[in-house]
């Protein structure tokens, strides 16, 4: 059944096998099943996929009920972004290991340009800022590198002279080689360690949220 409807898809909007991939990486087959008005999901995914060019940054399409999101024809990736980082914040604050919520999407300046950051929690008993940022896609070392620099931002621009240096958590929605990963900033790793781990979630129990939470979205 999921065979024959790629290769229905696959006719109808005359995808290269790159196309291809691509739809069944971001389980179009699910969504459509998801989907209150699956023909409506087609018709947009074929009027994205016709007019994909190589330079092109195509959104995901998505229906994700156990998210609480509100009942939609279709549900955009914004949507599931939001959700999923409402998810993130609530989990953190849960957590109770001096977790503050401080922002969500903060607009920071660096080198006349504005960046937003998912979320950022201040830490009542390591005295310093935790950042996290969330990525709908794989771990890629540029998202880390990206991290790192708002890492540096804040303990540049925001840290106070009280305060410990930042840190940032990075959370990947797709299995890869690893779905969470710490951004020190050049921070010493030992120090790292044998401090600000002794209070933060660490990565096995982040990375066990973030399984839940794929184990939710295919099975819903």
């Given at each position: 059944?999921?065979?024959?409807?790629?290769?229905?898809?696959?006719?109808?909007?005359?995808?290269?096998?790159?196309?291809?991939?691509r739809q069944i990486n971001t389980l179009?087959?699910?969504?459509?099943?998801?989907?209150?008005?699956?023909?409506?999901?087609?018709?947009l995914t074929q009027l994205q996929s016709e007019s994909v060019m190589p330079v092109d940054v195509i959104k995901s399409v998505y229906a994700f009920e156990f998210l609480g999101l509100n009942a939609k024809d279709i549900v955009e990736e914004s949507d599931l972004e939001k959700a999923l980082i409402e998810h993130i914040q609530a989990f953190i604050l849960e957590l109770g290991n001096g977790f503050c919520?401080?922002?969500?999407?903060?607009?920071i300046l660096i080198d006349e340009e504005y960046y937003f950051i998912d979320l950022?929690?201040?830490?009542?008993?390591?005295?310093?800022?935790?950042?996290?940022?969330?990525?709908?896609?794989?771990?890629?070392?540029?998202?880390?590198s990206k991290l790192n620099t708002y890492v540096s931002y804040y303990r540049e621009e925001v840290k106070r002279?009280?305060?410990?240096?930042?840190?940032?958590?990075?959370?990947?929605?797709?299995?890869g080689k690893k779905l969470v990963e710490y951004a020190l900033s050049g921070m010493d790793e030992k120090l790292f360690v044998s401090k600000y781990m002794l209070e933060l979630p660490s990565k096995e129990v982040l990375t066990a949220f973030l399984e839940k939470e794929l184990v939710n979205w295919n099975t819903n």
């Open positions: 059944m999921t065979r024959l409807f790629y290769e229905m898809e696959c006719i109808k909007g005359t995808w290269s096998v790159r196309e291809l991939r179009y087959f699910e969504r459509s099943a998801l989907s209150k008005q699956p023909e409506k999901l087609s018709e919520f401080e922002a969500r999407q903060k607009r950022v929690f201040y830490h009542r008993v390591l005295k310093c800022h935790v950042i996290v940022e969330l990525k709908l896609d794989e771990f890629k070392h540029e998202h880390l002279e009280d305060d410990n240096p930042p840190i940032g958590i990075l959370m990947c929605t797709k299995k």
